[in-house]
């Protein structure tokens, strides 16, 4: 059949980011989300921006949707995102109460959310976006501060896990592919938690890239990541033609440059143990459904035009998938 559907030809978890509007009111976006993955990411309606309201009540509407989208044609939903720093609802950040009570906010929150979606998810990003963007240190956040840097991620695991321990519970972080002090905190932080006993399931790589990626760059990550032998998850792949973010000025080179860079991200993730490749999720459907547009309308990073129809970067995709 043509083209190809994804979950098809891939040996591992295919994945895209959604939203519960389009996949009801959209019959192209919601197509092609049924067709090509074996699992779906909210996009930003299971994250605590959405679920946590202002009086602390939590709301699963959109998140449900999802769900049941998935339920209906046999795919899993994935978590994302638990503890994120840049998700900081006034309910919480109100909460300047005893620690004891912010820690019990902190901690029904995830059995709310993880324990509502058992048996649908099969995994989650439990904590999100850990290192900052230059110095490869922690970030500080309401999180850390209230319960204490790496305590709060240590505590999110345990709770998730108590709470769902059939699925792996991830770390999740971007730039990894360009920034080496970035990957270097990264890695200083998967083996603390993993001396520490916590349940660490497995490593989120965003995977957040451009036209520009420099050969070899995503091999290199890859086999960094891989050493620690947990799953690996490449949890929201674009690659933007927009040169400010990287990628060569020309645009017809950027093009074929995308395709190319399709093809070796796709080509160092099947090179990975089968045991290690947990997914590659899309972060997005067409070009128009994508984060990027909305910051660069000149850009065009995923897999199908405005119009869902397969670009040059799903057949070197698809390609890859089927010459191994
Ligand atoms: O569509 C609704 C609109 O109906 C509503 O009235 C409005 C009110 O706020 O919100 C709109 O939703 C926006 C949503 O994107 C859909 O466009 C949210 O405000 C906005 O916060 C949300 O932004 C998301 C962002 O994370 C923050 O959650 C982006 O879609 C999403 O692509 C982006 O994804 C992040 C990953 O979670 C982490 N890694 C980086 C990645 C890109 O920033």
Redesign the pocket.
């Known amino acids: 059949d043509n083209p190809p559907a994804l979950k098809s030809i891939a040996p591992f978890g295919m994945g895209a980011?959604v939203?519960a509007?389009p996949l009801r009111d959209d019959p192209v976006f919601a197509a092609l989300a049924a067709r090509h993955y074996t699992q779906l990411t909210p996009?930003?309606e299971l994250?605590m921006?959405?679920v946590v309201q202002p009086d602390g009540r939590f709301q699963f509407d959109r998140a449900d949707a999802i769900a049941a989208f998935c339920r209906a044609h046999g795919q899993k939903l994935w978590g994302?995102?638990l503890v994120?720093y840049?998700?900081i609802p006034d309910a919480f950040a109100r909460l300047d109460e005893s620690r004891a009570s912010f820690g019990q906010a902190f901690d029904n929150y995830i059995t709310a959310t993880v324990g509502r979606y058992r048996g649908i998810a099969n995994g989650w990003d439990v904590i999100?976006?850990p290192i900052t963007d230059e110095g490869g240190r922690l970030r500080d956040c309401l999180w850390s501060q209230k319960l204490g840097q790496v305590d709060y991620m240590r505590r999110a695991l345990d709770v998730a896990h108590a709470t769902d321990p059939s699925v792996p519970l991830l770390i999740?972080d971007?730039d990894l592919e360009t920034k080496p002090a970035k990957l270097a905190a990264y890695m200083r932080l998967v083996e603390t938690l993993l001396k520490a006993g916590a349940p660490l399931g497995g490593l989120g790589c965003?995977t957040?890239i451009s036209a520009g990626l420099p050969e070899g760059a995503m091999h290199r990550t890859l086999e960094a990541l891989a050493s620690f032998g947990l799953p690996i998850h490449l949890?929201?792949l674009d690659v933007s033609l927009v040169p400010g973010r990287g990628a060569p000025a020309n645009r017809p080179v950027a093009v074929a440059r995308q395709a190319q860079v399709y093809h070796e991200v796709v080509e160092a993730f099947v090179g990975l143990p089968p045991q290690q490749r947990l997914a590659l999720t899309m972060?997005?459907l067409r070009d128009s459904d994508?984060?990027?547009k909305?910051e660069d309308a000149s850009d065009a990073p995923l897999l199908f035009d405005d119009a869902g129809a397969p670009k040059p970067a799903f057949a070197a995709v698809a390609g890859t998938l089927q010459g191994r």
């Open positions: 980011a939203q509007g996009e930003w994250k921006e959405y994302h995102t994120w840049a998700n999100n976006e999740n971007y965003q957040h949890s929201e972060w997005g994508s984060w990027l909305r």
